[in-house]
């Protein structure tokens, strides 16, 4: 079965660092761009982050920049998000998706289901 799964939420204090990792299972994780979302409670999905597949170029919502980063280790089949200088407004759902597109009507994507983290005193 083809699949992501996030890891690495928790509870940490504002200023606090975590890491979220993005495992894919089933598929080959270097074609695919990897993209991280957010949802807080009461709010729509947002996108917080992604890196290219080939080039590694990457993008930031302004909220996060310079305090996240995103990476990947595609010998481990895994991405990755590193938070640092958490905000209490980056309590959210974080979720992992895998995407790829091969063509004008071919594309496979993939969502996690989600890791909680919460910043708070």
């Known amino acids: 079965q083809l699949h992501v799964v996030e890891s690495g939420g928790g509870l940490v204090q504002p200023g606090g660092s975590l890491r979220l990792s993005c495992a894919a299972s089933?598929?080959?994780?270097?074609?695919?761009?990897i993209g991280w979302f957010r949802q807080a409670p009461g709010k729509g999905r947002e996108g917080v982050s992604c890196?290219?597949?080939?080039?590694?170029?990457?993008w930031y919502a302004d909220p996060v920049k310079g305090r996240f980063t995103i990476s990947r280790d595609n010998a481990k089949n895994t991405g990755y998000l590193q938070m640092n200088s958490l905000r209490p407004e980056d309590t959210a759902v974080y979720y992992c998706?895998?995407?790829?597109?091969?063509?004008?009507?071919?594309?496979?994507?993939?969502w996690g289901q989600g890791t909680q983290v919460t910043v708070s005193s």
């Open positions: 089933g598929f080959t994780l270097d074609y695919y761009a």
């Open positions: 998706n895998a995407y790829r597109s091969t063509g004008p009507t071919t594309k496979y994507d993939y």
């Open positions: 890196i290219g597949s080939s080039d590694g170029v990457t």
